[in-house]
């Protein structure tokens, strides 16, 4: 239903039985009834049952955040990803009169009215300028500053639920990150200064390929790039299973390099964000989702690098600190520590290895459980809010090479970005790059 009547009766649906669904919780909780996560997952899914669009976005948010929400939950909220929304022609039509005016179709030689990809947030469309080069058209859907507006009010009470059962992690900071970036995925004008912002950190990096952005063709709901051609990763890897190396190598330059030496990471890593070209050189496609970092905290994950290799105590909590854990006690770095090994164990040893050298089916989630039970046991932690998607970048990619099978020497490719690193040098570079290209500095 596409009136704003019955998005509203919709969100409002939504939110009665999202909130019955609170109170009988919350009724199990007073009676002493032992929570069954299972249960309580799929009746929160047929509570949300009514809402499409940001929510997917969010379970994909959620699906590589450890700790955010236990899997089970993780797991039922990912199958609404299933229905993404899409628009008819006829309302592709209005919509793009909206945004370059009714004579919009002569600002393109062709333009298909079927979209060639739905999205959480918009869909794209194949189009082709005057000149005959191949673009790509994401268009927002309607209303949707509303609909994320609504959707973080039921996560908000997705994460109480589960802090009724579970303080081991404080979400407060987790949502206000996860509500500021979805609110900034709106807007497709900042995404275009992403994407050029990228394109040249990423202008003398190998094997990596930004899209160039039309700003004649983009407003804040519509953003239009050139179409860069290129296989899926998993497909290209069953094909070409000797690729598997070099594609992995070139992704990790194509995420650390910026945050290395500019402090910028590319928050989503989901898997269609990216394609492959025939040589093994990656397409970066989406660029909604991205950190900036002030270099403290970027000094911050090389400190502690340094700390666990060589065991100082005194420089992992100094490392935390900078993260925006505030007095942090032994027990908890120890325990913060456990998920530390794990994230820097590939780039510890000088040799070529898997990502991760067990037979664990989804990255990091063993390691996850039993960070989790360690911070119930000492009495649970909020984790800053900067610390959520770095966290979820790693994991991202992680599990990235996890699919890849990958045997590289990350240790050597980590030693390459950081050899010359200095927090002042990037704080330089970060403020020329970003003042360029209209993105705000870290507060």
């Not at 600002?107 to 191949?134: C, I, M, N, W, Y």
């Not at 989804?362 to 459980?369: D, F, Q, S, V």
């Not at 020497?409 to 970060?430: G, H």
């Amino acid at each position: 239903m596409n009136t704003l009547g019955g998005r509203l009766a919709r969100y409002a649906r939504v939110g009665t039985a999202v909130g019955g669904f609170a109170a009988r919780v919350a009724g199990e909780r007073v009676l002493g009834i032992r929570p069954e996560r299972e249960r309580h997952a799929a009746e929160l899914r047929a509570a949300l049952g009514g809402l499409k669009g940001p929510l997917m976005k969010v379970a994909q948010i959620l699906a590589t955040i450890p700790d955010a929400l236990p899997r089970e939950y993780v797991a039922e909220l990912s199958q609404l990803q299933a229905d993404a929304p899409s628009m008819g022609w006829p309302f592709v039509r209005r919509r793009m009169t909206a945004e370059l005016g009714p004579r919009w179709h002569t600002l393109f030689k062709s333009f298909e009215h079927t979209a060639a990809a739905a999205a959480s947030l918009g869909q794209v469309h194949r189009a082709e300028a005057p000149d005959g080069s191949r673009l790509a058209c994401k268009l927002q859907y309607p209303d949707m500053a509303s609909a994320v507006e609504a959707d973080l009010r039921q996560l908000r009470v997705i994460f109480a639920i589960f802090e009724r059962y579970d303080s081991a992690v404080s979400t407060r900071q987790i949502h206000a990150e996860i509500g500021d970036r979805l609110r900034e995925e709106l807007d497709y004008a900042l995404e275009a200064r992403h994407a050029a912002l990228y394109r040249a950190m990423l202008a003398d990096t190998p094997g990596v390929h930004v899209p160039r952005v039309l700003p004649e063709l983009s407003t804040r709901r519509l953003l239009t790039m050139e179409w860069l051609d290129g296989r899926k990763i998993l497909d290209f890897v069953a094909d070409h299973p000797e690729s598997r190396d070099d594609l992995a190598m070139n992704m990790f330059r194509a995420w650390y390099v910026p945050f290395y030496c500019y402090g910028v990471i590319h928050g989503d890593p989901h898997l269609g964000n990216y394609t492959v070209r025939p040589d093994r050189s990656v397409n970066l496609l989406d660029f909604g989702c991205i950190r900036v970092f002030p270099p403290g905290f970027v000094k911050g994950v090389i400190d502690l690098y340094n700390a666990l290799r060589t065991d100082d105590e005194e420089a992992a909590v100094a490392a935390y600190r900078t993260w925006g854990f505030a007095n942090p006690s032994k027990e908890l770095v120890e325990v913060l520590n456990i998920w530390a090994r794990f994230v820097y164990a590939p780039i510890m040893d000088d040799r070529a290895r898997r990502i991760e050298e067990t037979n664990a089916g989804h990255y990091g989630r063993e390691t996850a459980e039993r960070v989790h039970a360690e911070l119930r046991r000492v009495g649970g932690v909020e984790i800053p809010r900067e610390f959520v998607f770095m966290d979820r970048a790693a994991i991202g990619l992680g599990s990235v090479f996890l699919h890849l099978k990958a045997e590289v020497n990350w240790f050597r490719l980590f030693q390459d970005l950081i050899r010359d690193f200095d927090a002042d040098a990037l704080a330089e570079r970060q403020r020329v790059a970003l003042t360029a290209h209209g993105v705000p500095l870290p507060a």
